[in-house]
């Protein structure tokens, strides 16, 4: 029974983190001096930064299609229509800074059993990039001490997990509950918030995470280029 209880809840620790927002830092910024005194000056002119890149805010059916369908899962992988409950459980408990205006999500799930292995995509969108670098600061600052905490009566341990940089700034948690692991990505893009995780009771691979999250993140980038 412990087992198979075990998988069901950590699709509701998948669903109820990727409620999380996050976002990224903003990129520091530094002017030239002014030279001084008449002569001419001699140093190269600077170079100017690229602009960074701008995203249009997407109503909540383009959002929907910005999501990775099922052909991009890894083989064995089929849509899970199951009713999924909302939850706002956040990593401790923390207070998020912001609440995201549009959320869409689709989950998919290989095997059954103890062999259950499932995948959620997630984008988050707020109501501008500022309020999402905000809100992924505060997850990423409260991931720092994070490390124990209680969901649906089970104990859960958290730990940051190393994952290549996506967006403008990204990080990998690895989310253990009795018997079974959780592995999730996040990434900041524009005023998103991109989440991909896995979870399952035998087998979790952060591969599949970091692979899905690149994808995840070119796909948004691509539907919501300014």
């Given at each position: 029974?412990?087992?198979?209880?075990?998988?069901?809840?950590?699709?509701?620790?998948?669903?109820?983190?990727?409620?999380?927002?996050?976002?990224?830092?903003?990129?520091?910024?530094?002017?030239?001096?002014?030279?001084?005194?008449?002569?001419?000056?001699?140093?190269?002119?600077?170079?100017?930064?690229?602009?960074?890149?701008?995203?249009?805010?997407?109503?909540?059916?383009?959002?929907?299609?910005?999501?990775?369908?099922?052909?991009?899962?890894?083989?064995?992988?089929?849509?899970?229509?199951?009713?999924?409950?909302?939850?706002?459980?956040?990593?401790?408990?923390?207070?998020?800074?912001?609440?995201?205006?549009?959320?869409?999500?689709?989950?998919?799930?290989?095997?059954?059993?103890?062999?259950?292995?499932?995948?959620?995509?997630?984008?988050?969108?707020?109501?501008?990039?500022?309020?999402?670098?905000?809100?992924?600061?505060?997850?990423?600052?409260?991931?720092?001490?994070?490390?124990?905490?209680?969901?649906?009566?089970?104990?859960?341990?958290?730990?940051?997990?190393?994952?290549?940089?996506?967006?403008?700034?990204?990080?990998?948690?690895?989310?253990?509950?009795?018997?079974a692991t959780a592995l999730q990505g996040f990434a900041l893009v524009g005023p998103t918030l991109v989440s991909t995780g896995t979870a399952?009771?035998m087998s979790t691979d952060a591969d599949v995470v970091a692979d899905l999250l690149g994808k995840q993140v070119d796909r948004y980038s691509?539907?919501?280029?300014?």
């Open positions: 029974m412990p087992r198979k209880l075990t998988v069901t809840s950590t699709a509701a620790v998948l669903t109820g983190l990727l409620a999380l927002s996050a976002c990224g830092t903003d990129a520091p910024q530094t002017q030239p001096s002014a030279a001084t005194g008449t002569a001419p000056s001699t140093a190269p002119a600077p170079v100017p930064s690229p602009a960074a890149p701008t995203y249009k805010i997407l109503d909540k059916a383009n959002l929907t299609k910005a999501l990775l369908p099922l052909k991009a899962m890894p083989s064995g992988y089929s849509e899970d229509e199951s009713d999924s409950s909302e939850t706002d459980k956040t990593f401790c408990n923390y207070r998020q800074p912001h609440t995201a205006k549009i959320k869409v999500s689709k989950s998919y799930q290989k095997g059954g059993g103890l062999s259950a292995q499932l995948i959620s995509v997630t984008l988050r969108q707020y109501a501008s990039p500022a309020q999402a670098r905000a809100s992924f600061d505060k997850m990423a600052k409260t991931l720092e001490t994070c490390r124990k905490d209680r969901l649906g009566g089970q104990k859960v341990t958290y730990a940051l997990m190393n994952l290549p940089e996506f967006g403008e700034r990204s990080l990998g948690v690895r989310i253990d509950v009795q018997g399952g009771v691509a539907a919501a280029a300014g």
